[in-house]
């Protein structure tokens, strides 16, 4: 089967005019012409109605073309599994990444990615973490780096695990809390709704616990978000808690319109050495494309530098 001319028929069935698909075909009409026919007399089979005026594809064509252009996407992917093991400079990669690795390695490894595999398809996919897992699961992306949140050992996934960062609980500046007193008691937080990137059950079982509050304790009005700006906005403007990592609202912190409670809370409490985790995960017994192998390489070279 010539994959060329069944080329030039998806051509000339999106244009339906032999002119301008000889054209996008970079052919002369009278070479593109004999291409076609060419096809119709191997496939023994008339693909398009000829008239003075139009083209039209024919009830044979019609059932052909899909096949046609199943068969030229495939072969594009063979063509691109080919440059993985040429150079992995090209093709293409997918990729999830949770919110916290975004805001951290990431950060550092896409540019990077982007100046050694200039001709990379990258499809990066920024979500939770558990909507991440189901897309691996699917194979419909590579790897993915998140996975704050207990993990149970499942041999279908093989797991790296990268440096934690420290959390911290926010609230504005002029919160309630703040006129309490110079020392919080944790309970006190219970009285107002929190906000996070993700916080489930389990983790919110954690947080409990670390804040020493009993576990039938219940963290109230839980608004979980995947939009870092949109929480933002909301503990700046409400009176609500956001538990997150620290770092990222730094700047919010030294101008003044954002205060670390961890900060206020009793002492002895093991708040402030909460940690939350990521993960490198990818399919276990699966040899990753090289642009894949890459991306891993630089997350981990970054992750090592951050610890250090």
């Not at 070479?31 to 096809?39: D, E």
């Not at 503990?235 to 919010?252: A, M, Y």
Request: glycine share 6%; proline share 5%.
């Amino acid at each position: 089967m010539d994959l060329k001319r069944l080329g030039h028929m998806v051509l000339l069935s999106e244009e339906l005019h032999f002119s301008r698909a000889a054209k996008r075909a970079h052919l002369s009409q009278t070479a593109f012409s004999r291409s076609i026919q060419s096809l119709e007399s191997d496939l023994q089979l008339r693909l398009f109605d000829r008239g003075t005026r139009s083209v039209q594809l024919t009830a044979a064509g019609r059932q052909l073309l899909s096949q046609a252009r199943d068969l030229l996407r495939r072969a594009e992917n063979l063509s691109a599994s080919a440059q993985y093991l040429a150079n992995a400079e090209g093709g293409e990669l997918n990729v999830g990444v949770g919110l916290l690795a975004a805001d951290s390695y990431m950060q550092e490894v896409l540019p990077l990615l982007r100046r050694d595999c200039p001709g990379l398809r990258l499809n990066v996919e920024v979500d939770h973490w558990q909507n991440l897992l189901r897309l691996l699961e699917q194979e419909r992306i590579e790897f993915l780096v998140g996975g704050t949140g207990p993990l149970h050992e499942d041999p279908r996934f093989q797991i790296t695990r990268l440096p934690p960062r420290d959390t911290a609980i926010y609230c504005r500046s002029g919160h309630p809390l703040l006129a309490v007193a110079p020392v919080l008691q944790s309970s006190l937080l219970l009285d107002y709704p929190w906000s996070a990137a993700l916080l489930d059950d389990a983790s919110a079982l954690q947080l409990l616990a670390l804040l020493a509050l009993p576990a039938d304790a219940r963290l109230p009005a839980l608004m979980s978000c995947n939009s870092l700006p949109l929480l933002r906005q909301t503990v700046l403007h409400s009176d609500s808690l956001l538990f997150t990592w620290e770092g990222w609202l730094r700047d919010d912190v030294r101008a003044g319109r954002l205060v670390d409670l961890t900060r206020h809370l009793e002492p002895g409490l093991p708040a402030q050495g909460y940690q939350l985790h990521s993960n490198l995960i990818q399919l276990a017994n699966r040899t990753l494309s090289p642009p894949a192998q890459r991306a891993l390489a630089l997350i981990l070279k970054m992750a090592g530098q951050s610890a250090g």
